[in-house]
């Protein structure tokens, strides 16, 4: 369906985008997606820390539980 578009077709789109909603409502709009870019880059992030950081935990002790209780 897009596969013809091209870049005339992308500047016209582009175009009436700035017309239809002006310069500084664009500017805000791209701003609020650049943040939540950000926002997103964190939480995968710190959810790959938190993983890694799990299993660094379990493989820390590699004691069996039966001599863990002889000792």
Known sequence: MFNNI??????LIAVV???????????SLMGEVGK?????????KDGSDEIEKASAEDARDVTPETEKDKA
């Open 6 to 11: 091209g870049i005339p077709g992308l500047l």
């Open 36 to 44: 939540g870019i950000t926002a997103f880059k964190k939480g995968v």
């Open 17 to 27: 985008v700035l017309v239809l909603f002006g310069r500084g409502k664009v500017s």
